[in-house]
């Protein structure tokens, strides 16, 4: 008796009913946090470090910056130390040729600057 009513319910009623969305599985899930947590520090540390490294040659270019315009600064002078010298030997060459032609270089340089 027990026996036919068993058989008169079909077989796929009995089953447990699946879902069609599954579950994702739970293999591994306590060590994504941990995964996940070494990935954003390991990003953190990158950034850091390429930050690191735009401060560096950020200082860099100051420096660098600062030095070209002593060294500008020192070859303006220079280039003025020559154009005074340049001028002195001109004059000198001047009143030299002057004293030449004259008898005395006391007569030549009056000649040069009257």
Do not use: W
């Amino acid at each position: 008796n027990h026996q036919s009513k068993r058989a008169l319910v079909p077989r796929p009623l009995l089953q447990k009913k699946r879902s069609f969305k599954r579950q994702p599985s739970q293999c591994g899930r306590g060590n994504q946090p941990s995964v996940l947590r070494a990935i954003v520090a390991e990003q953190d540390a990158l950034e850091e470090e390429a930050m690191l490294r735009v401060k560096e040659a950020i200082a860099s270019a100051n420096a660098s910056m600062e030095i070209a315009i002593q060294k500008r600064k020192r070859a303006q002078i220079l280039a003025e130390n020559a154009d005074l010298a340049t001028y002195k030997a001109a004059m000198l060459i001047k009143i030299a040729g002057a004293a030449a032609a004259a008898e005395s270089a006391e007569i030549g340089a009056n000649y040069f600057f009257d």
